[in-house]
């Protein structure tokens, strides 16, 4: 019997992480180890290497990042190490080992001025700190390994961890209302969803270099998303639209980062769930963990 395939996944206590973990009884033919963030701190070079040497894995997904995009404007040292010279340090260790290096990406290293979705190979122009650093760890990536695989996704949501999904259902129980922007538009993501095709990309066993995108289908606003969320919840709380300039962030947001998600699609045939219906699955998942 040939030996199970190892893979090591990083920011195992984030949404992505998480749900990676959850996916991974599904797939008993790898060997999976999962780190959290005190198990693999991101920036320790010869940390990585030892971490490399023991677990010899055939692949590595970095679920781990500097998420606060907000606060990255202020701890940009810290953001840039991790969300950039530390993805390029995994990505030297990847094409040293021959491991396949999976590296997760965002929507903010476009500008948002677009009126039709963003293809992979459009130029970038992060408009926040956050989204500089995370385009710093793609160069690096590619830069240092030319057999790297970049999944850029967006708006994130799961039943783990903080997030809009959580934020909104928190907020319209103590709220009559509330005032969410409608001038920013983009694709949700269930991070359960974005772990799955993580797993058909490496289950598939074709690896094809490059970047991709990865989000659920469909383009709405913060708002939109919002209204969807008490209207399943069946919310009295009233949901207003406002504009960005009402809200304002330390961090500016781009205005329209819908992503194309034809690549993903065509090289490895992944099937995209809407937006609306990885929601109701979410909301699901959220309620039996309540009754459990
Ligand atoms: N969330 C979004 O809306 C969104 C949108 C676009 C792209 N993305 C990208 O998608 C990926 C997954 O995001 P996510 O939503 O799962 O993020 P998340 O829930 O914030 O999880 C990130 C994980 O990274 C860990 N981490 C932070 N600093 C670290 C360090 N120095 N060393 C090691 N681990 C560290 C965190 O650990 P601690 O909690 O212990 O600090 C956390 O477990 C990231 O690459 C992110 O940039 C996310």
Redesign the pocket.
Known sequence: MSKAKTILV?????????ELRILSSTYPQYRFVF????E????DAQFARQKFEEQQPQYFI???????VDKAESEKE?AM???GE?VGQLATLCSEFNTGFI??????VFNGESQSPWKTEQPTDPVNF?GSS?LRGEELAFANNDRSIVI???????S?????VKTMIRLMGEKESIGVVNDQHGSP?Y?AD?ASAIMQIIDSGKWQAGTYHYSNSGAITWFEFAAAIAKKIKSNCVVNPILSSQFPTPAKRPSYSVMDLSKIESVYGIAIPRWEEALDRCLLKLQEDQTS
Not at 152 to 158: E, G, H, M
């Open positions: 990083t920011g195992c206590g984030g949404q992505l992480g998480s780190f959290n963030s005190q693999f701190p991101l920036g970095n679920c781990a990042a500097y998420t606060a810290q190490l991790v969300n530390a590296h997760i990406s965002t929507d903010y956050y995370k850029r996704t967006s708006w994130v949501y799961s783990f961890g903080k997030n809009f993501t991070a974005l």
